[in-house]
């Protein structure tokens, strides 16, 4: 399984003018084939950051993902709100764990 986590900072604002684009992008992600779990959320002690994790099946089903209409324009989307920054990680993982609590 990979798992990318993803990071962007824009302005305080910026988010809202995105909230069509990030939703498509959530949707349609979704939809494709190897897409596991793909969400969007907003940090609730500083609302200029956005996070994204997903979770696919293999490398292959994320590089098909990457080539996608609905990234293309979600890239486009992102690209207008001039991030201040913006970290992508991808992690290759082999088995979940229970962790104590869950």
């Given at each position: 399984m990979i798992i990318?986590?993803?990071e962007v900072v824009v302005e305080e604002g910026a988010i809202a003018k995105a909230r069509d684009?990030?939703?498509?992008?959530?949707?349609?992600?979704r939809k494709e084939p190897g897409c596991i779990r793909y969400a969007f959320s907003v940090d609730v002690s500083d609302p200029t950051i956005l996070r994204v994790i997903e979770f696919w099946k293999s490398m292959?089903?994320?590089?098909k993902h990457f080539v996608t209409p609905?990234?293309?324009?979600?890239g486009a989307a992102v690209a207008s709100l001039q991030p201040?920054?913006?970290?992508?990680?991808g992690y290759e993982a082999g088995?979940?764990?229970?962790?104590?609590?869950?």
């Open positions: 990318v986590a993803v684009a990030i939703a498509d992008m959530e949707r349609e992600s292959e089903d994320l590089e609905h990234m293309a324009a979600f201040k920054s913006m970290s992508i990680k088995r979940e764990v229970k962790l104590p609590g869950s």
